[in-house]
Structure formats: structure tokens, C-alpha cells
Nanobody, 115 residues
Framework: QAQLVESGGALVQPGGSLRLSCDTS????????YAWYRQSPGKQRTLVAR??????TYVDSVRGRFTISRDRAKSTLYLQMNNLQPEDTAVYYC??????????WGQGTQVTVSA
């Protein structure tokens, strides 16, 4: 069973909204930090938002438009994305960071913003 499984990516028009989901039920431990990253063609994978027990952070380009949240009962991480723009087009990845060992990544979900 995959540890992280993303869903919800789609083609959407500029100004539209999407909600990405990440099923975390496959994790074999209790994580305290979760994150969303994205990667556009030809570019590096970059952090979009991070949530922990004590803090939520966003990259400047999405602050005020995107909201990261977690439903512990459903073992699901979300990324609500509003007012999407063409520059938000990317593959979005769910991430669980770990100290000293490789992070856990999902397989990614494609978001395309185009008229």
C-alpha cells in the first residue's frame, strides 16, 4: 500500500478552484508535519504549504489563495486552491518530511490552469 496518495488534480480555468487530497492512511507511523510541494516542467520541486501541530506556513505566491488543512479522523491532508492562475500549473506532491532519512512522497497529481 502506498503511504501517500494524492487526488483531485484537474484542468481548470483561471480564477477557478480545486481541492487536492492526500490519503495518509498508508503511513506506518504518526507524522507531525505534512506539506504540499509542486513542480512545473523544467523547474525544481518547491514547497507550497506546510502544516504541523503548531504552525501553518505558505509560500508567498499562494498565501491568501491556498489553504492547507488536515482531517485526522479521515487520515487526509487537503490543499484548497482558490483563484488559480496559469503559473499554478504543476504536479502537486504530498510530503512527509523526516529527519536523517528520506522524506515520504506521493506520486503527484496534475493541476493545469488554462483557458
Amino acid at each position: 500500500q502506498a503511504q501517500l496518495v494524492e487526488s483531485g488534480g484537474a484542468l481548470v480555468q483561471p480564477g477557478g478552484s480545486l481541492r487536492l487530497s492526500c490519503d495518509t492512511s498508508g503511513l506506518h507511523f504518526t507524522a507531525t508535519v505534512y506539506a504540499w510541494y509542486r513542480q512545473s516542467p523544467g523547474k525544481q520541486r518547491t514547497l507550497v504549504a506546510r502544516i504541523s501541530n503548531s504552525a501553518i506556513t505558505y509560500v508567498d505566491s499562494v498565501r491568501g489563495r491556498f489553504t492547507i488543512s488536515r482531517d485526522r479522523a479521515k487520515s487526509t491532508l487537503y490543499l484548497q486552491m482558490n483563484n488559480l492562475q496559469p503559473e499554478d500549473t504543476a504536479v502537486y506532491y504530498c510530503n512527509v518530511p523526516r529527519l536523517g532519512i528520506p522524506d515520504i512522497w506521493g506520486q503527484g497529481t496534475q493541476v493545469t490552469v488554462s483557458a
